[in-house]
């Protein structure tokens, strides 16, 4: 009954916290060019910050405060609620959030991962301070706290940070148990009607979770199945050589209670039956023949060339370093 209050929590620690209002911590934010954002997912709570090294225990201190010490005052609660309700109502308007949100309801009927992360427009305008404060007070603890830190800093003093900034959370989370999640509703194929020009198709198939030792395996059959971009096949069959679809793709999903792989396409009302009849056919051919030899080889002559621009910046090196300890 309390849909959403993660992500609206997240979008709400960084509006006052401590003896700081929201107007006077977004302004110490913003004068000192300081980056702090939280969000939610189906598995995950997160943050990150990125700083100016000359202002590195300011935005530190800060982070402490979020985390520690949010106020949650009316005026900043409203103005979030709102601006989250009227993003609801356009999704609502979307295709393809309708779909997706339509497709997970049916994978998981009774679960959280059935359940949108925003929560609806019913649940959310329920939420109140109490209850942000709850969520705070139960879930944000050091025994489930994963830290990727990249920049120029020594070890000895972002150890010294990390105690000041982490330390007066909660040692332990309050207990929860999320149950094991098996994707139904295989073979069905659901339409919404919705009077609008382009539809929008999405597709799912129970997949694999992150530690399964076939992982990679799927990962590279899924880049020459759909993850490849220009170079996959559902681009090849359904955009390049017929034109049917503006957009087509597929993904492995892993959660912690479940793995999918996923897909998506979106094209005209007219080409929607062909679509998926060779998304259908596409489907079956590899599961009946596999890849070649070739595809395989330019398969990881591209993901193991392509690596290395993954270290490009230390955002996407620090949420490397996450995403190894979760893993």
Same mark, same amino acid.
């Given at each position: 009954?309390?849909?959403?209050?993660?992500?609206?929590?997240?979008?709400?620690?960084?509006?006052?916290? /401590?003896?700081?209002d929201?107007?006077?911590?977004? /302004?110490?934010?913003?004068?000192?060019?300081?980056?702090?954002?939280? =969000?939610?997912?189906?598995?995950?709570?997160?943050?990150?910050?990125?700083?100016?090294?000359?202002?590195?225990?300011?935005?530190?201190d800060? $982070?402490?405060?979020?985390m520690t010490?949010?106020?949650?005052?009316?005026?900043?609660?409203?103005r +979030? %609620?709102?601006?989250?309700?009227?993003g609801l109502?356009?999704?609502?308007?979307?295709?393809?959030?309708?779909?997706?949100?339509?497709?997970?309801?049916?994978?998981?009927?009774?679960?959280?991962?059935?359940r949108?992360?925003?929560?609806?427009?019913?649940?959310?305008?329920?939420?109140?301070?109490?209850?942000?404060?709850?969520?705070?007070?139960? %879930?944000?603890?050091?025994? =489930?706290?994963?830290?990727?830190?990249?920049?120029?800093?020594?070890?000895?003093? $972002?150890?010294?940070?990390?105690?000041?900034?982490?330390? %007066?959370?909660?040692?332990?989370?309050?207990?929860?148990?999320?149950?094991e999640?098996?994707?139904?509703?295989?073979?069905?194929? +659901?339409?919404?009607?919705?009077?609008?020009?382009?539809?929008?198709?999405?597709?799912?198939?129970?997949?694999?979770?992150?530690n399964?030792?076939?992982?990679?395996?799927?990962?590279?059959m =899924?880049?020459?199945?759909?993850?490849?971009?220009?170079?996959?096949?559902?681009?090849?069959?359904? %955009?390049?050589?017929?034109?049917?679809?503006?957009?087509?793709?597929?993904?492995?999903?892993?959660?912690?209670?479940?793995?999918?792989?996923?897909?998506?396409?979106?094209?005209? =009302?007219?080409?929607?039956?062909?679509?998926?009849?060779?998304?259908?056919?596409?489907?079956?051919?590899m599961?009946?023949?596999?890849?070649?030899?070739?595809?395989?080889?330019d398969?990881?002559t591209?993901l193991?060339?392509?690596?290395?621009?993954?270290?490009?910046?230390?955002?996407?090196?620090?949420?490397?370093?996450?995403?190894?300890?979760?893993?």
């Amino acid at each position: 009954g309390k849909g959403g209050l993660a992500n609206m929590t997240s979008a709400l620690l960084d509006e006052g916290a /401590g003896e700081l209002d929201s107007k006077a911590f977004q /302004g110490k934010l913003e004068d000192l060019v300081i980056t702090l954002r939280f =969000n939610a997912g189906r598995d995950t709570f997160a943050g990150s910050l990125k700083t100016l090294v000359e202002n590195r225990d300011v935005a530190f201190d800060l $982070l402490k405060l979020a985390m520690t010490e949010p106020r949650f005052d009316q005026e900043p609660v409203e103005r +979030i %609620r709102s601006q989250i309700l009227a993003g609801l109502r356009q999704e609502k308007e979307d295709p393809g959030t309708v779909a997706r949100r339509r497709l997970m309801k049916t994978l998981f009927p009774g679960h959280p991962y059935g359940r949108p992360v925003k929560g609806t427009e019913e649940t959310v305008a329920k939420l109140t301070p109490a209850d942000l404060r709850a969520f705070t007070a139960r %879930r944000l603890a050091r025994n =489930n706290l994963v830290i990727g830190v990249v920049g120029d800093i020594k070890a000895e003093t $972002l150890a010294a940070l990390l105690v000041s900034t982490f330390g %007066r959370l909660p040692e332990k989370a309050k207990p929860w148990a999320l149950p094991e999640a098996e994707p139904e509703g295989a073979g069905r194929t +659901i339409v919404i009607k919705k009077s609008v020009p382009q539809s929008s198709i999405v597709f799912a198939e129970k997949g694999l979770k992150r530690n399964h030792p076939d992982f990679y395996a799927a990962y590279i059959m =899924n880049y020459v199945f759909g993850g490849g971009g220009f170079n996959s096949r559902l681009y090849s069959t359904i %955009r390049e050589k017929r034109g049917l679809a503006y957009s087509v793709y597929s993904g492995l999903h892993p959660l912690d209670r479940a793995g999918l792989i996923f897909g998506a396409a979106g094209t005209a =009302n007219a080409n929607v039956a062909e679509t998926l009849s060779l998304l259908h056919r596409e489907w079956k051919r590899m599961a009946d023949e596999g890849m070649s030899e070739q595809e395989l080889a330019d398969a990881k002559t591209y993901l193991t060339g392509s690596y290395p621009l993954r270290f490009t910046s230390s955002g996407s090196i620090a949420a490397m370093l996450v995403g190894i300890q979760m893993d």
